[in-house]
């Protein structure tokens, strides 16, 4: 990119609530900064001196990642310098962009028209530092001036609960996490509100159906009448794309970290996943809890930025971080001895019932589930819900197609146990696989049908693929020709299959649904098998197919009889 391409405002994101940059509304930019990569070392610090820049010893080669930082310090300088010209006392953060020509910065906003005003008025600041003679003072008093006659417009829409709020977020777990509370909440007789990716809850009444896990779904959440807690999911794309729907929460959970939508809306890395997931943390009251999975080191590393007080859970009961937890004040919940047990610095170790009596957990097998009850049971006694409404909400929330449709849901068919979940990912496979073995008797074999959208990374998706046949005897491919998002059918399949090819099994065989997939495992199942499907695009449709043939879904008892069986 050459210097005659000039320096653009690529996007201007208007943010309505906390966000990755701030814990209040923000506007971010988006500076096509080309032109300043590819100058000069010397002359690149000549320019900004000349813009106010303290001198550096080096600006970094042209294209360098020290290039890009020195930009981003340019532009958060010009921002500062047109902030103070309009008496403005702004907080500013810049850094490089997720393209290797763009700058982003970001500044809080009070009233909406005139922010946007003030954000576009940077790209032209940053153009006109390029050329030594013009007066960047005199630049940036007209641009003061521009700003100043813009109309102030309307103050951000974000929310000030009066009730309780708990928000839930991470890669997996996040919709049963969210479920699980609001089922504990309702036990303890409190009329709740929550929100996840299959729409807006009052109590047992769907509002709304549709992906709710952002910012409207809080509103919709939260102008429900008579509610006495919110409980709300809140996903990557809402806070990247519009920021978190509340200005608190009064307690936060984060499930983990994996990879998964990778390489959209700029998020690269696990790192940057896990910096975005961390937002909720920095918004939790100072006497609320922020409830983090301590066997995830990124969701771990939370709680030296979190607001609130620290309450780890984790599997392993003797993990140091719950030790050092615990000795600042803070609180964790673990398992001992086969029973789910709450730590804290004045009660070291407090039972409250069995892992064998939570069905969450599918009697015992499934470790993911286990994770989601303990953070569920914590973020609940967090929000003050009386633990023994809490102990007798985690005996009775059951994986069912009516309590968490599409959530590890378990049917009898003609002798074989079908499984069905929401496995999208490579920890959602391992998940899966993990509660299929777990069912499955000496002898009998698992039969495994799993999809993919095309938005994934070619890396996800093989390693989705490698995970499936790791742990299966025989596949299939079911294809979502809805969730494609751009990407060629046949592709997705090739990487599916060079996975499973890695993983050790032959190529699947490959479906256009989902419901022809699993209607060709049933046919060549036997008795005694393990069917597992991921129901990405037709839960429905695969509840009525097998309630057709019969099916009858898995209560806690029939579940507790066959992995007692499968262990026998």
């Given at each position: 990119?050459?210097?005659?391409?000039?320096?653009?405002?690529?996007?201007?994101?208007?943010?309505?609530?906390?966000?990755?940059?701030?814990?209040?509304?923000?506007?971010?930019?988006?500076?096509?900064?080309?032109?300043?990569?590819?100058?000069?070392?010397?002359?690149?610090?000549?320019?900004?001196?000349?813009?106010?820049?303290?001198?550096?010893?080096?600006?970094?080669?042209?294209?360098?990642?020290?290039?890009?930082?020195?930009?981003?310090?340019?532009?958060?300088?010009?921002?500062?310098?047109?902030?103070?010209?309009?008496?403005?006392?702004?907080?500013?953060?810049?850094?490089?962009?997720?393209?290797?020509?763009?700058?982003?910065?970001?500044?809080?906003?009070?009233?909406?028209e005139a922010a946007e005003a003030f954000g576009r008025e940077l790209a032209p600041l940053l153009e006109l530092c390029?050329?030594?003679?013009?007066?960047?003072?005199?630049?940036?008093?007209?641009?003061?001036?521009?700003?100043?006659?813009?109309?102030?417009?309307?103050?951000?829409?974000?929310?000030?609960?009066?009730?309780?709020?708990?928000?839930?977020?991470?890669?997996?777990?996040?919709?049963?996490?969210?479920?699980?509370?609001?089922?504990?909440?309702?036990?303890?007789?409190?009329?709740?509100?929550?929100?996840?990716?299959?729409?807006?809850?009052?109590?047992?009444?769907?509002?709304?159906?549709?992906?709710?896990?952002?910012?409207?779904?809080?509103?919709?959440?939260?102008?429900?009448?008579?509610?006495?807690?919110?409980v709300l999911e809140t996903a990557r794309g809402g806070i990247l794309l519009r920021g978190i729907g509340t200005d608190?929460?009064?307690?936060?959970?984060?499930?983990?970290?994996?990879?998964?939508?990778?390489?959209?809306?700029?998020?690269?890395?696990?790192?940057?996943?896990?910096?975005?997931?961390?937002?909720?943390?920095?918004?939790?009251?100072?006497?609320?809890?922020?409830?983090?999975?301590?066997?995830?080191?990124?969701?771990?590393?939370?709680?030296?930025?979190?607001?609130?007080?620290?309450?780890?859970?984790?599997?392993?009961?003797?993990?140091?971080?719950?030790?050092?937890?615990?000795?600042?004040?803070?609180?964790?919940?673990?398992?001992?001895?086969?029973?789910?047990?709450?730590?804290?610095?004045?009660?070291?170790?407090?039972?409250?019932?069995?892992?064998?009596?939570?069905?969450?957990?599918?009697?015992?097998?499934?470790?993911?589930?286990?994770?989601?009850?303990?953070?569920?049971?914590?973020?609940?006694?967090?929000?003050?819900?009386?633990?023994?409404?809490?102990?007798?909400?985690?005996?009775?929330f059951v994986l069912d197609p009516d309590s968490n449709p599409g959530r590890a849901n378990v049917f009898d068919v003609?002798?074989?146990?079908?499984?069905?979940?929401?496995?999208?990912?490579?920890?959602?496979?391992?998940?899966?696989?993990?509660?299929?073995?777990?069912?499955?008797?000496?002898?009998?074999?698992?039969?495994?049908?799993?999809?993919?959208?095309?938005?994934?990374?070619?890396?996800?998706?093989?390693?989705?693929?490698?995970?499936?046949?790791?742990?299966?005897?025989?596949?299939?491919?079911?294809?979502?020709?809805?969730?494609?998002?751009?990407?060629?059918?046949?592709?997705?399949?090739?990487?599916?299959?060079?996975?499973?090819?890695?993983?050790?099994?032959?190529?699947?065989?490959?479906?256009?649904?989902?419901?022809?997939?699993?209607?060709?495992?049933?046919?060549?199942?036997?008795?005694?098998?393990?069917?597992?499907?991921?129901?990405?695009?037709?839960?429905?449709?695969?509840?009525?197919?097998?309630?057709?043939?019969?099916?009858?879904?898995?209560?806690?008892?029939?579940?507790?009889?066959?992995?007692?069986?499968?262990?026998?």
């Open positions: 990119m050459g210097e005659a391409d000039g320096v653009r405002l690529r996007e201007l994101r208007v943010l309505d609530g906390p966000n990755l940059y701030f814990t209040r509304p923000a506007i971010k930019l988006t500076l096509d900064v080309g032109p300043w990569l590819v100058l000069t070392d010397e002359r690149a610090r000549r320019l900004s001196r000349r813009a106010g820049i303290p001198s550096a010893a080096t600006a970094g080669a042209p294209g360098s990642d020290q290039r890009r930082r020195f930009i981003a310090r340019l532009a958060v300088h010009l921002t500062r310098e047109l902030a103070e010209a309009t008496e403005t006392h702004l907080a500013v953060r810049g850094r490089p962009g997720p393209n290797p020509d763009e700058a982003i910065v970001a500044f809080p906003w009070r009233r909406q390029l050329d030594g003679r013009r007066s960047i003072a005199r630049a940036i008093e007209e641009a003061a001036g521009r700003v100043a006659a813009a109309e102030p417009g309307p103050p951000p829409p974000g929310l000030r609960p009066a009730i309780p709020v708990i928000a839930v977020t991470g890669t997996n777990g996040k919709t049963t996490t969210v479920r699980l509370i609001a089922h504990l909440a309702r036990t303890a007789g409190q009329s709740v509100a929550y929100t996840t990716t299959d729409g807006v809850y009052r109590d047992d009444e769907l509002v709304e159906a549709g992906d709710y896990s952002g910012f409207s779904g809080a509103a919709k959440a939260l102008a429900q009448p008579g509610i006495d807690v919110a608190h929460n009064d307690v936060a959970v984060v499930t983990n970290v994996t990879a998964d939508h990778l390489d959209q809306y700029g998020i690269r890395t696990l790192d940057q996943l896990a910096e975005v997931k961390a937002t909720i943390t920095r918004i939790t009251r100072p006497e609320g809890w922020d409830v983090l999975n301590a066997d995830d080191p990124r969701v771990l590393a939370m709680r030296r930025q979190a607001a609130g007080h620290p309450w780890l859970f984790s599997l392993d009961a003797d993990h140091p971080a719950i030790r050092a937890t615990l000795a600042e004040g803070g609180r964790a919940i673990s398992v001992l001895d086969g029973a789910v047990v709450v730590m804290s610095p004045r009660r070291p170790v407090h039972r409250l019932l069995p892992v064998e009596d939570v069905p969450v957990t599918l009697a015992g097998i499934s470790a993911h589930n286990l994770s989601n009850a303990m953070g569920a049971a914590a973020a609940a006694l967090g929000a003050d819900i009386p633990e023994e409404a809490v102990i007798e909400g985690l005996r009775s003609d002798g074989r146990v079908v499984v069905i979940d929401y496995a999208h990912n490579e920890d959602g496979m391992r998940g899966l696989v993990e509660i299929c073995q777990g069912l499955r008797l000496r002898g009998g074999r698992v039969f495994l049908s799993f999809g993919a959208a095309g938005d994934r990374t070619n890396a996800i998706l093989h390693r989705l693929g490698y995970t499936a046949a790791r742990g299966a005897d025989r596949l299939a491919v079911a294809e979502l020709h809805r969730y494609l998002r751009g990407r060629d059918p046949q592709d997705l399949v090739r990487r599916l299959q060079a996975g499973i090819l890695d993983g050790g099994k032959p190529e699947a065989s490959v479906f256009p649904d989902e419901v022809s997939a699993l209607d060709w495992m049933l046919r060549e199942s036997e008795a005694n098998d393990v069917i597992a499907i991921t129901a990405l695009s037709q839960r429905p449709e695969i509840f009525s197919y097998l309630r057709d043939r019969g099916g009858v879904s898995a209560g806690p008892q029939r579940i507790r009889s066959l992995v007692r069986r499968a262990r026998e």
